[in-house]
């Protein structure tokens, strides 16, 4: 598996989902034509991406939170 950061190995995992998400993902995987583990893979990565930006201005608000009060002055 090749990926922005080089070759990543895959990961063995198990999941409990619920039987009626399991069915619709394996459904939807088939309708694509792409094998249930590449459809799941694809969807926590999307999944991930929708969250960065939140993380992100998280992390911004933390670090400005916690300038010290000389830094935040002189940034002013």
């Not at 926590?44 to 969250?51: N, T």
């Not at 992100?56 to 933390?62: G, N, V």
């Amino acid at each position: 598996m090749s990926r922005k950061y080089g070759n990543m190995q895959a990961m063995k995992t198990t999941l409990e989902i619920p039987d009626m998400i399991f069915r619709r993902a394996k459904s939807k995987a088939a309708a694509q034509g792409v094998p249930l583990r590449q459809f799941v893979t694809e969807a926590v990565e999307d999944k991930l991406k929708s969250f960065a930006h939140i993380w992100s201005e998280a992390l911004d608000e933390t670090r400005r939170q916690t300038q010290r009060p000389a830094q935040r002055d002189a940034a002013n």
